[in-house]
Antibody, heavy 125, light 106 residues
Framework: QITLKESGPTQVKPTETLTLTCTFS??????????VGWIRQSPGRAPECLAL???????RYSPSLKSRVTITKDTSKNLVILSMINTDPLDTATYYC?????????????????WGQGTMVTVSS | DIQMTQSPSALSASVGDRVTITCRAS??????LAWYQQKPGQAPKLLIY???SLESGVPSRFSGSGSGTEFTLTITSLQPDDFATYYC????????FGQGTKVEIK
């Protein structure tokens, strides 16, 4: 059974760096074609894909956030980490990590079949 | 960036109704299109992937069709559990979501 769970601060101040951790189980991020993504959703808005990392450490980023976001993995601990620099109140959202539905191809992105419960982050002074 | 536009943004329907939601892409996304259902306070749930493939465990009253720039999600007989917000997502060149369609009780 695949599970994912997000953790991190509930609040950060503007311009600070936000670091979120996704702890997963039930799959290995060392096997082709596994991928894990981070998606956020501001209140009342549509989800927004932030970043995606694959088993081979290939990464994809949202074009609009690429300069501020970094995704990394620690396969020994089953973790995927998202870092966002220079945060702004507009970054206030629920942040989800999710398992990319296994598909050996189209490495530009993917559908997400299993999601974590999400963690709410407020950016405010 | 590819923009995804859903219509309508909201609809009212009764149990048993047939419901159709449309998603249009600003350029072709081939068949790299997914549909999700989201209820308040919950994460999105994958219903359809690759435009028309039903995710395991999803009731067969849900179906998807389309390719290129125009896609539809159809619920053949709306059930009480189906009142929710529905999103399309392309994953052709990276990814983006439509703005959502809220299905409300009539």
């Amino acid at each position: 059974q695949i599970t994912l769970k997000e953790s991190g601060p509930t609040q950060v101040k503007p311009t600070e760096t936000l670091t979120l951790t996704c702890t997963f189980s039930g799959f290995s991020l060392t096997s082709r074609p596994v991928g894990v993504g981070w998606i956020r959703q501001s209140p009342g808005r549509a989800p927004e894909c932030l970043a995606l990392i694959y088993w081979d450490d290939d990464k994809r980023y949202s074009p609009s956030l690429k300069s501020r976001v970094t995704i990394t993995k620690d396969t020994s601990k089953n973790l995927v980490i998202l870092s966002m620099i220079n945060t702004d109140p507009l970054d206030t959202a629920t942040y989800y990590c999710a398992h990319r539905r296994d598909y050996d191809g189209n490495w530009n992105g993917g559908a997400f079949d299993i999601w974590g419960q999400g963690t709410m982050v407020t950016v405010s002074s | 960036d590819i923009q995804m536009t859903q219509s309508p943004s909201a609809l009212s329907a009764s149990v048993g109704d047939r419901v159709t939601i449309t998603c249009r892409a600003s350029q072709s996304v081939s068949n790299w299109l997914a549909w999700y259902q989201q209820k308040p306070g919950q994460a999105p749930k994958l219903l359809i992937y690759q435009a028309s493939s039903l995710e395991s465990g999803v009731p067969s009253r849900f179906s998807g069709s389309g390719s290129g720039t125009e896609f539809t999600l159809t619920i053949t007989s709306l059930q009480p559990d189906d009142f929710a917000t529905y999103y399309c997502q392309h994953y052709n060149s990276y990814s983006s979501f439509g703005q959502g369609t809220k299905v409300e009780i009539k």
